[in-house]
């Protein structure tokens, strides 16, 4: 499997405010952009899974209203996630 449990608690060890904090936002997103990124790649050679693009949609969507909430509550975080992962605004 793609995302093992250590892949999980590195993510949200580097991104969010510990390892065992898992529902801060950063982390979210950050779990988020990576799932994104498998799904765009397996996307990438099977062009006519269209349950898999349904559920790239929906992630994606996930990921923009946290964003979206990161940018409306503390900007500064929103920055630095934006920049930390490297996504367009």
């Given amino acids: 499997m793609y995302l093992t449990v250590e892949k999980k608690t590195e993510l ?20 988020f952009s990576y799932r994104i990124a498998h799904l765009t790649e397996h996307l990438k050679k099977n062009k006519h899974d269209f349950g898999t693009q349904k559920a790239l949609l929906k992630l994606v969507g996930k ?17 630095a996630i934006i920049k930390a992962l490297n996504l367009r605004k």
Avoid at 63 to 79: A, C, G, Q
Wanted: proline share 0%; no cysteine; hydrophobic share 25%.
């Fill in 63 to 79: 990921r923009r209203s946290l964003l979206d909430y990161l940018k409306d509550n503390d900007i500064e975080r929103y920055r």
């Fill in 12 to 31: 949200f060890q580097s991104f969010g405010k510990s390892a065992q904090d898992t529902g801060s936002s950063e982390g979210q997103i950050a779990l």
